[in-house]
């Protein structure tokens, strides 16, 4: 494997954490806000405070890590990407900040508004809405070169369907993401009315998460057809996705193995990640940035890995601590505990 | 918008972000400390009172860390954002260090989220603040990473520029750059002696506010011990500060004590105006910039005619330098005066004009933050990479910064202000009284 490969595979693996993590949190904020206007709050809010309270800056970890790793492997990255994401990279940070500190305030500050949990809940869906933008620009066609430096078109991303198609995914997503793992969670905690909740909202969101994937497939064809077919080359991966799907669908459906069902949906998930990367590769930026021309010096790159496992070594063992604390504490789960924040 | 508007308004959005995150950073460094040293002492002599300090500030905390987050995410992607030239040569040469902080936030926030959520878990309490320990370390850590590329800012080196190619790079050899061994201990130091005096200044206000309680008085006198040492050892490492800058930077030194001709036996210029070049109403203390630079009274100073007019920083640095210093000075005297006086039961340390100045003392510190973070980076300008890239060259070339800088603007208002009103009526609605009396009563079995 060379460096080059090495070095995206760690930031996948972030990006793909991220992804996964903060689905959860932001489908859980959404979920919690919708319950508050729906008057059903009083099942769901308990349930998903307990699971995001000892976790939420962990989330946030994990996107910086994938941004200062990207700057470090990919140095010329911080030169096209950062020219043309000023506007929906300072939205997105902007909003992760309201949403961030208002968790904070209203879990440990005791500001509790029903305006506030709806904004939360709000942000949830516009965070992974401006940071898809991201994907849809590194598929081409929105940047151009103006006198040697890159300039974004913003009414061409704004009016492709492209970038539509990516924008209802991601939201998609994140809700199906976190229906599902919730609705474990909620099992685990042996609140019944919880589970059964989550488990109508994963089956909802079910069928628009899969076809609006399938969708965005269908326009890469006109978009981009150069990675259109690399995509086909890898239908096999896409294939086993779905099978995965199913399996989730069913364990949901069937009230089962929830657990099971959930480890479905990451390996899903996971599987379809990376043949879209895979299927990206060489480019970081179709045309002009590649994988190999924007790599960092050998040294550099040396000891970035070096620190990344050094740095390994001491985090699993301190988030299977956090886990075992937490996540699988039965305990504290199903709220026997009177783990009080400080 | 053309590019010098991108250029001026990257500066305005740079500085205000980073001004901003500082505070909040900087509490975040140094309270992970103090509620170790309070946890700790209330162990040992096994005093409510302590424990229960610990609590609250970690409550405080949990706050203060929110927004030093968030304004954590907002820098780190702005750099790439405003700053792309800078941050692609940056990464080339010290990503390193940047990618080892997210490391220590990544260890810091997973034993926080532990930390917090398991007061009442452990029998021995002992186990609880155990994992207080890479909290405090990871915040340190997180500080010492980013200080070292901030350094290497003001001295870079570990690579060669052959034809605008970076070669020869060595990750190591930047890191432990010149300006590193001052700047990462004056920054530590700093940080935990403004959280000393922060929460010293709270306790003192609480006193002055009509409670009696002893809680605020131990908690007080505590702060105040702690923060005279690390005040004494914040000057002794600003000291080292200014004899790396005569050595590294003397074109900083020089703008900063607004010395124009090379001389021997150079005198410390206090405060005064400036006035067509002539230093006036200014308090000048013989040889004492011969002292601070090479530590022997009769050393030459360089001095700013020497250097070439467009490398010249601005002048009005001078009123940084001098209210760091001045600030500094004036908080190591009067913790010295308080412990003492403590001690002694000179009545004036408890009158009110008295806890007033220590109500000061917090404020005043952040504001020695403040300003020392503006003395070095408006001290390094015209240049954002010293002698390598000028901050002109290193900005975005994209239109729309001065939108992007309205918005920021507003959110640092609502943060600011959301943060201030939630920590108020934090500590408002449950007093110390009230908490100590559940506490006595929890132990006792009354309630569960
Ligand atoms: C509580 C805050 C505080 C206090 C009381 C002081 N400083 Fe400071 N100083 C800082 C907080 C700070 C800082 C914010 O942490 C800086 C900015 C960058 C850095 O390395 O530390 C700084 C920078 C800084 C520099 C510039 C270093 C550079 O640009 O590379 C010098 C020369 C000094 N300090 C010297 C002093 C002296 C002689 C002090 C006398 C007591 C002093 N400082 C008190
Ligand atoms: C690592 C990347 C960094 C970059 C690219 C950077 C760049 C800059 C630039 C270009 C300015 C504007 C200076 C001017 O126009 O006068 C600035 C100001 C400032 N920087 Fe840095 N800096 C970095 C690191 C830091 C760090 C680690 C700190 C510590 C908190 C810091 C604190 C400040 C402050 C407080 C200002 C405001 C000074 C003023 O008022 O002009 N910077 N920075
Ligand atoms: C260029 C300047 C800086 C950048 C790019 C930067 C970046 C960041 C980022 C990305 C975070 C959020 C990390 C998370 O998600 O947990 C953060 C938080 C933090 N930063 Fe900064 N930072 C800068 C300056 C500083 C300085 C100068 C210090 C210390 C003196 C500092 C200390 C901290 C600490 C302790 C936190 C954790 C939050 C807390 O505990 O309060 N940072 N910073």
Same mark, same amino acid.
């Given at each position: 494997?060379?460096? $080059? ?13 991220? *992804? ?20 059903k ?35 010329k ?14 939205i997105?940070i ?6 961030g ?10 500001l509790k ?9 709000l942000?949830? @869906? ?22 040697a ?38 099992? +685990? ?8 909740l989550l488990?109508k ?6 069928g ?7 969708g965005?497939?269908? $326009? ?6 150069? +990675? ?32 099971l ?6 390996g ?11 299927s ?10 590649t ?17 990344? *496992? ?11 601590? @956090?886990?075992?604390?937490f ?6 789960? $199903?709220?026997?505990?009177?783990d $009080?924040?400080? | ?6 250029l ?9 972000? %980073?001004?901003?995150?500082i ?7 140094? !309270?992970p ?10 162990i ?21 860390v ?11 992607l ?11 040569l ?6 390193l260090? %940047? ?21 009442d ?8 603040l ?11 850590? =997180?500080?010492?990473?980013i200080?070292? !590329? ?35 201990a004056?920054v ?18 609480r006193?002055l ?10 908690a007080?006198?505590l ?24 050595q590294?930077?003397?074109e ?10 090379s ?63 001045t ?18 039961k000179?009545?004036?340390? !408890?009158?009110k ?6 109500v000061?003392?917090?404020?005043? =510190? ?5 300003t ?23 900005a975005?070339?994209?239109g ?5 800088? %309205? ?8 943060l ?5 009103? !939630? ?22 079995g009354?309630?569960?």
């Open positions: 494997m060379t460096l $080059e490969i090495l070095g995206i595979s760690v930031l996948g693996m972030f990006l793909f954490g991220y *992804i996964i993590v903060a689905s959860i949190d932001f489908g859980a904020g959404f979920f919690n806000a919708f319950s508050t206007v729906t008057g709050q009083h099942i769901l809010t308990k349930i998903i405070h307990r699971y995001l309270s000892p976790v939420w800056e962990v989330t946030n970890v994990f996107l910086v890590f994938f941004f200062v790793g990207m700057v470090g492997f990919f140095p990255t911080a030169y096209y990407y950062g020219t043309t994401l000023l506007v929906p990279a300072s997105a902007i909003l992760l900040a309201i949403r500190a208002y968790y904070a305030f209203t879990t440990y500050g005791g508004h029903k305006r506030y949990t709806i904004l939360y809940g942000t949830g @869906l516009f965070i992974p809405a401006s940071l898809s933008s991201v994907l849809t620009i590194s598929e081409g066609g929105f940047v151009t070169m103006e006198k430096d890159p300039v974004l078109d913003y009414w061409a991303l704004f009016t492709s369907p492209l970038s539509w198609s990516i924008v209802v995914l991601s939201l998609t997503a994140v809700l199906y993401i976190s229906a599902v793992f919730l609705t474990w969670y909620a099992n +685990h905690a042996k609140d019944e009315a919880a589970t059964e488990r909202y994963a089956l909802v969101w079910a628009p998460a899969i076809i609006t994937a399938a965005i497939i269908v $326009e890469m064809k006109g978009h981009n057809p150069e +990675h259109y077919q690399r995509l086909l080359d890898l239908w096999w991966l896409f294939a086993l996705s779905v099978v995965l799907f199913a399996g989730t669908v069913y364990c949901i459906w069937k009230r089962r193995a929830y657990g069902a959930f480890g479905l949906l990451v899903q998930f996971a599987l379809a990640f990376l043949a879209y990367g895979a990206h590769y060489p480019y970081l930026l179709y045309p002009y940035l994988l190999y021309d924007s790599f960092t010096n050998q040294s550099m790159a040396i000891a970035l890995v070096v620190a990344f *496992i050094a740095g390994l070594g001491l985090l699993i063992p301190s988030l299977y601590l @956090l886990l075992r604390l996540l699988f504490n039965k305990e504290y789960v $199903e709220g026997n505990r009177n $009080e924040h400080a | 918008m053309g590019n010098g508007d991108s001026f308004f990257s500066r305005v959005l740079t500085e205000l972000t %980073l001004s901003f995150h505070i909040y950073a900087t509490i975040g460094v140094g !309270v400390l103090m509620i170790m040293i309070a946890q700790w002492v209330g040992k002599k096994q005093d409510e009172h302590y424990i229960l300090l610990a609590r609250r500030w970690t409550r405080g905390f949990v706050i203060t929110a927004v030093g987050v968030v304004t954590g995410t907002a820098i780190g702005q750099l790439s954002l405003l700053w792309p030239n800078f941050m692609e940056a990464g080339n040469v010290i990503a260090p %940047l990618f080892m902080e997210t490391f220590a936030f990544f260890f810091e926030a997973i034993f926080l989220g532990i930390y917090i959520y398991t007061w878990r452990f029998k021995n309490q002992k186990k609880h155990l994992l207080l320990i890479p909290v405090a370390i990871g915040a340190s850590f =997180s500080a010492v990473f200080t070292i !590329v901030n350094a290497f800012m003001s001295a870079p080196q570990g690579f060669d520029l052959v034809n605008g190619e970076l070669v020869n790079v060595s990750p190591l050899v930047a890191m432990f750059n010149p300006a590193m061994p001052t700047k990462v004056h530590l130091v700093t940080a935990y002696m403004t959280s000393a005096f922060v929460l010293a200044s709270i306790g003192a206000f006193l506010k009509g409670s009696d309680h002893t809680y605020h008085k131990k007080l006198f702060m105040m011990k702690l923060g005279l040492i690390f005040s004494i050892a914040t000057a002794v490492i600003g000291d080292f500060s200014g004899k790396y800058l005569a590294y930077q003397p900083k030194l020089a703008a900063a004590e607004w010395h124009f001709e001389e021997k036996g150079a005198p410390l210029i206090l405060y005064g105006v400036l006035d067509n070049g002539e230093v006036k109403y200014a308090l000048k203390i013989p040889s004492a910039l011969s002292v601070l630079a090479h530590g022997v009274p009769n050393a030459e100073v360089t001095g700013l005619n020497e250097f070439p007019k467009d490398e010249v920083p601005p002048l009005y640095i001078h009123y940084l330098f001098d209210s760091m210093v600030i500094g000075m004036g908080m190591t005297a009067l913790a010295l005066v308080y412990v003492i006086g403590t001690w002694r000179w009545r004036f340390v !408890v009158s004009w008295f806890r007033w100045l220590l000061l003392g917090g404020p005043l =510190s952040i504001i020695a933050i403040e020392g973070w503006w003395l070095t980076e408006v001290g390094r300008q015209p240049w954002v990479l010293r002698g390598i890239l000028r901050t002109k060259d290193a975005t070339t994209s729309h910064v001065d939108t992007m800088l %309205l918005l920021f603007a507003c959110l640092y208002l609502i600011g202000v959301g943060s201030v009103v !939630v920590l108020i009526r934090m500590f408002r609605k449950n007093s110390v009284e009230q908490e100590l009396e559940d506490r006595a009563s929890e132990k006792a009354d309630i569960r």
